[in-house]
């Protein structure tokens, strides 16, 4: 099984989420010509790996676009930037695959680069270094259509929902028709509340129910009365993007079941939620269909069971019976989560280590992407072990009782854990190939 484990820094945007009062500087050492500078040094950084969220209405809690409003949090975001807490990249550096299409984690340079700024006293320096500012689109826009170059084919909006100011959580699971007369190959997808409900969703799953064909091998239902896993919005998380020659398969008749978390925030919002879907070309077929799976639910709903005070480590594994491709690595548990990974045990009996999440954090659902050449190529009979650690102790500074004995549940509150996984399943040549070729080009380990 090929697995290349070298570094690839991409140029995607994500935010630097920071918490905490304003800290602003009693002095402002002068910049030298060699000195860090927020012109010349660091507003490069915050462009690429924080404004596309902090900036006017956007989730980040303040904007960091110029100098005097990034000045006053120059403290807390160095903070945040050496604990690796910001960007949200929460994969353990040290082990499994390193080389990711989304990549957003800043390098050791960009972080002693942040790191000398605060201790300088973050100067200014010269206005005239600064990079030219980037013209945000509005926030009415489909990211993937940059991807695409188009705005989407198909848009598909829940029922409205309309939330209480004060109250407990809600879950909305209306089923729309996609209005499809045929079927059609998706290429990519994005999953977005609408402005006015933003404030009240805490996530939106959306499931795919169709008639499948008997016979078919794989499971495409894996969650009972709602159907298959098929993308979600979750803080995070943008959109997937299927590789060339892939794609899902949306039938005609087929039906889109939402499953919308709200909460209330002091005031009554109406909020929907809209799923946006790029097909390929009409009539066309790609080779593969990628098929979402949550590896570990039904052993989550099982046998989670979390003491009072305790730290647990709980177990799933979930057998390939063709050889395929695992295409993300996207974790999942509530406010106990600590860690996750994922591991193949191959039918030698030796075991990788794919990803390795050290430091879950539930405000950020990141789908780690891998790149088309590090992307796990495994051979059937490989059995996927999902471990997930919980902390439900007084350590855990997000853990509102550790006096309760947790169990597998919705509410943030309660816990669960699975991975959100893209896998394609290969035909035996196409499978060889991928290795001859990996060997060949020294790539990984067999």
Known sequence: MPIKMRSRKSLKFLPLVTAGLLVSFASQVPAQSNAVTFSKDIAPILQENCQTCHRPGQMGPMALISYDQVRPWAPVIKARVITREMPPWHLDKTVGIQDYNNDVSLSDEQINTISQWVDAGAPQGNPEDLPLAIEWPSDEVWRMAEVYGREPDLIIRSDPWTQSAQGQDQWWTPIVETGLSKDRWVTGMEVRPTMEGRPVTHHAVVYLQQEEEAGDFTPVVDVPGQGSYLTEFAVGKIGDVFRENTGKLMKAGSRIAFDNHYHSVGEEITAQTELAIWFHEEDYVPKYRVYSQALGVIQSMQTLDIPPGKITTH???????????????????????KAMSMEAILPNGQVKMLSHVDNFNFNWHVNYVYADDSAPVLPAGTVLHITAWHDNSVENPFNPDPSQWVGWGQ????????????????????????????????????
């Open 315 to 337: 177990h799933a594994y979930i057998p390939l019976t063709t050889q395929a491709r695992l295409e993300n690595y996207q974790p999942h548990m509530h406010i106990r989560g």
């Open 411 to 446: 509410r943030s509150y309660d816990e669960m854990y699975h991975a959100h996984v893209n896998i394609t399943y290969l035909t035996n040549e196409d499978y060889q190939q991928i290795i001859d070729d990996r060997r060949s080009g020294g790539g990984g380990n067999d």
